[in-house]
Antibody
Framework: EVQLVESGGGLVQPGGSLRLSCAAS????????MSWVRQAPGKGLEWVAN????????YFVDSVKGRFTISRDNAKNSLFLQMNSLRAEDTAVYYC????????????WGQGTLVTVSS | DIQMTQSPSSLSASVGDRVTITCRAS??????LNWYQQKPGKAPKLLIY???SLQSGVPSRFSGSGSGTDFTLTISSLQPEDFATYYC?????????FGQGTKVEIK
């Protein structure tokens, strides 16, 4: 069974940093593109970033470029999102998602971790 | 960036009704269009990919159609468990975007 478990969320002050982690199991992690998607409280979904199987390609939504980085450790079946220079508008539940690249779709979703940026 | 516009933003329907949600892209996206269902407090769930392909395990009352800029999600006979918010999402190009969502409520 595919499992994606996010961790690392919490309360952080504006301008601060946070690192999210996603532990993957139930599939061959190194064979899949992975994404982060976020959802502000009471709002819609926003794709944030994704990363190729070997980490050689990474893409970001414009609003986080230069502030967020995405990485992975295939030996530890883990995905990361390093978030720097955080703003109030980054407050959201962050989901770790496995892609099905053949169809360019967000196939399996974790349950999410809440990041709150506030003073 | 490609903008995705869903309509309506919300609708009220009864069990057994046929429901149609539309999604329009700001430019042609071929068939790179996916649909997700989200229930309160839960992660989204993939329903339809590549505009019209049903994800494994999804009931056949869900269907998708369209290509280019205009797409539809249809629920042929609404069931109690279908009351949720539905999102379209384009995967054309490197930066992906979602529609704003359509909330399907009980009439």
């Amino acid at each position: 069974e595919v499992q994606l478990v996010e961790s690392g969320g919490g309360l952080v002050q504006p301008g601060g940093s946070l690192r999210l982690s996603c532990a993957a199991s139930g599939f061959i992690f190194s064979s899949y593109w992975m994404s982060w998607v976020r959802q502000a409280p009471g709002k819609g979904l926003e794709w944030v970033a994704n990363i190729k199987q070997d980490g050689s390609e990474k893409y970001f939504v414009d609003s986080v470029k230069g502030r967020f980085t995405i990485s992975r450790d295939n030996a530890k079946n883990s995905l990361f999102l390093q978030m720097n220079s955080l703003r109030a508008e980054d407050t959201a539940v962050y989901y770790c998602v496995r892609e099905l690249r053949q169809h360019l779709v967000l196939e399996y979703w974790g349950q999410g971790t809440l990041v709150t940026v506030s003073s | 960036d490609i903008q995705m516009t869903q309509s309506p933003s919300s609708l009220s329907a009864s069990v057994g009704d046929r429901v149609t949600i539309t999604c329009r892209a700001s430019q042609s996206i071929s068939s790179y269009l996916n649909w997700y269902q989200q229930k309160p407090g839960k992660a989204p769930k993939l329903l339809i990919y590549a505009a019209s392909s049903l994800q494994s395990g999804v009931p056949s009352r869900f269907s998708g159609s369209g290509s280019g800029t205009d797409f539809t999600l249809t629920i042929s006979s609404l069931q109690p468990e279908d009351f949720a918010t539905y999102y379209c999402q384009q995967s054309y190009g490197a930066s992906w975007t979602f529609g704003q969502g359509t909330k399907v409520e009980i009439k």
